[in-house]
Nanobody, 124 residues
């Protein structure tokens, strides 16, 4: 198992930017593909972005394409989500997660390890 801790959430105005970080410990980070998910009140948890174990392949939800960028630093065991041009509808708790699917995946059920989440609030 890998332990995941998110940070970097906060309150930002619409059009602003935030960078989320996820620190990993435990199982070898570089062998895992990593993803970001989010959950708004009353909604199901939804896929945001995923990056393969070596960082070559990335996937994005249509709602964040062109605004969000997922990246990783295997030497530092860190995952990032750069969020630009934020909108009020991006408000949610953001979770990082790990999967053994080498090329990454967009399916929530493929992710076995989860962080506790960090709140992102975008005001209009």
């Amino acid at each position: 198992q890998v332990q995941l801790v998110e940070s970097g959430g906060g309150l930002v105005q619409a059009g602003g930017s935030l960078r989320l970080s996820c620190a990993a410990s435990g199982r070898t980070f570089s062998s895992l593909s990593m993803g970001w998910f989010r959950q708004a009140p009353g909604n199901e948890r939804e896929f945001v972005a995923c990056i393969s174990w070596i960082g070559i392949t990335t996937y994005y939800a249509d709602s964040v394409k062109g605004r969000f960028t997922i990246s990783r630093d295997n030497a530092k065991r860190m995952l990032y989500l750069q969020m630009n041009s934020l909108k009020p509808e991006d408000t949610a708790v953001y979770y990082c997660a790990a999967t053994s699917k080498y090329m990454g995946t967009t399916s929530l059920t493929d992710f076995a390890s989860w962080g506790q989440g960090t709140q992102v609030t975008v005001s209009s």
